[in-house]
């Protein structure tokens, strides 16, 4: 999905700059103890339920043979020991307060971090998975060197420096003056940064992310979705990465990860320099299968010329045969409504729309569920 705007009415370009990524560093052989070892290892951690409690979390080492990459938490019950590895770092915390994972940090100076790692089942290479999130990030900061995100993570299981993620994030538009969000992707090889990509400024406080793999290129696809997810899911790329050394569109990376390996996968919350309290930054609704999920995707060619007596646009884009294409407009980029629908025939579809005006801004969207 992609948003068009004429006539000077794009959306803002956003921040210029953020905080650079800061991922939590994660247990020292925390994967190889949780799948091989038959002992146990004990983690303190702040995790709240209905009651808010200070406890001890113990976490069960499983011999078991693991499935493939399926599974759903909708964070209403406490952690299962056996679907979830908690991690923590400085003053982070999780709450699962209003049926929600929610990040805590009663602390404004430093950096904090908490999460979870999928342990229900194996997340291998050699097979193609998926997983999503709903997010909500209320969060507002009043300087710079501010920052709140909660994410997703993809992790070379042996090597956790391999690393690529997708977070929704809330940062500080100088130029306005007001707190902004938005969502970013990043890849990194050995803890170097190869890639980082960034939509800036949405007009949204809560959305869904989703991690693609495909096992034949080797190669992870992140997508965000913005606003409520009552009427669906309306997926738009921002990056994939090839971790194979080739295959990815906007970076590319060898993670030097045999056939059948495992990749370590979760979500987190994290803030830097400012404090976080429960429903501010929030996930829900985690959801992994293999590729059942379906994308909202469109290819675009954009053709968007002006007709002779100057009231209509011309769109085109190249369309799949046989797939239905769903064209919404919106005044503001949050309400949507049908404005057509298109049939793809194998080639480039066209559309006329009316031309808007700054006094009356008009966008426009472009979906089709591609199974």
């Known amino acids: 999905m992609h948003f068009l705007g004429f006539n000077g009415c794009q959306p803002n370009d956003g921040p210029k700059h953020r905080p650079a990524f800061r991922f939590l560093q994660l247990m020292n052989n925390r994967a190889k103890k949780q799948h091989s070892s038959s002992g146990a290892q004990f983690l303190g951690l702040r995790v709240f339920g209905g009651a808010s409690f ?11 043979a693991k499935a493939q990459f399926t599974g759903s938490e909708n964070f209403s019950a406490p952690l299962r020991q056996d679907k979830w590895f908690p991690f923590v770092k400085g003053n982070g915390g999780i709450s699962l307060s209003n049926q929600r994972f929610n990040f805590i940090s009663p602390s404004s100076v430093g950096d904090h971090e908490a999460g979870l790692a999928w342990v229900n089942n194996l997340v291998r290479n050699s097979e193609d998975w998926e997983f999503q999130i709903d997010v909500g990030n209320t969060l507002s900061v009043s300087n710079s060197s501010r920052y709140g995100a ?28 007001r707190p902004v969000r938005g969502f970013t992707a990043g890849l990194k090889n050995n803890g170097a940064e190869l890639h980082e990509g960034d939509t800036f400024e949405l007009p949204f406080e809560i959305g869904a992310l989703r991690a693609k793999f495909d096992s034949s290129e080797r190669s992870l696809s992140f997508y965000f979705h913005t606003g409520s997810v009552a009427e669906g899911y ?11 050394g080739s295959d990815g569109t906007e ?12 990749f370590d996968v979760g979500c987190y919350g994290a803030a830097v320099g400012t404090r976080s309290s429960i429903g501010q930054l929030t996930v ?31 769109l085109s884009w190249f369309s799949f045969d046989g797939l ?4 919404q407009v919106s005044p503001d980029l949050k309400s949507w409504s049908n404005f057509a629908t298109v049939r793809g025939t ?21 979906y089709s569920r591609i199974p």
């Not at 590319?252 to 059948?260: D, I, T, Y």
Request: hydrophobic share 45%; charged share 20%; net charge negative.
């Open 54 to 64: 200070f406890g001890v979390l113990f976490v069960a080492m499983i011999l078991a």
């Open 150 to 177: 909660v994410g997703i993570y993809v992790a070379n299981l042996n090597d956790e420096s391999d690393l690529a993620y997708l977070e929704f994030y809330s940062t500080y538009f100088d130029e306005q003056g």
């Open 234 to 244: 309306f997926w738009q790329f921002l990056a994939k990465y090839g971790l194979d």
């Open 251 to 262: 970076g590319n990376a060898n993670w030097s990860m045999p056939f059948n390996a495992e």
């Open 284 to 314: 829900d609704n985690f959801t992994a299968d293999g590729t059942t999920l379906g994308v909202h995707r469109v290819d675009f060619e954009m053709d968007a010329n002006v007709d002779a007596a100057g009231e209509l646009v011309d």
């Open 324 to 327: 239905d294409y769903v064209v």
């Open 346 to 366: 194998g080639t480039y579809a066209g559309l006329k729309v009316p031309l808007n005006t700054p006094e009356c801004p008009a966008y426009y969207r472009i």
